[in-house]
């Protein structure tokens, strides 16, 4: 080889070390504030998670606890039909899983 490809050879490999010593510092840099961003991001996700599905618990509650009264008798919202369809206890039952469901993801 001659001294003229050696010198060339030597430029390009110092170059390259130059820029990944860039590089690693650059990443150094900005990875605590990726990751700060997407624990922050992931713990959002998961309050909006949860406070959805404690509304979902809230809401059963509310159907179970108005069925109980239906049936009691001292509370007449709909006729019988209806009241067992939409605010019985499959409702409650279904909002009460899917709530399960979306608190769980």
């Given at each position: 080889?001659?001294?003229?490809r050696q010198r ?29 961003a997407g624990l ?52 409650a039952g279904v ?11």
């Amino acid at each position: 080889m001659t001294s003229k490809r050696q010198r060339q050879l030597q430029r390009e490999r110092r170059a390259i070390a130059h820029r990944r010593a860039d590089y690693t510092a650059t990443n150094r840099a900005i990875e605590p504030q990726n990751m700060r961003a997407g624990l922050q991001g992931g713990f959002a996700r998961k309050r909006r998670r949860h406070i959805s599905a404690a509304i979902m618990w809230s809401v059963a509650a509310c159907l179970a606890i108005a069925h109980l009264f239906e049936h009691t008798g001292t509370l007449r919202i709909m006729s019988l039909g209806l009241e067992d369809i939409l605010i019985g206890w499959p409702m409650a039952g279904v909002l009460t899983i899917t709530g399960a469901v979306v608190y769980g993801t």
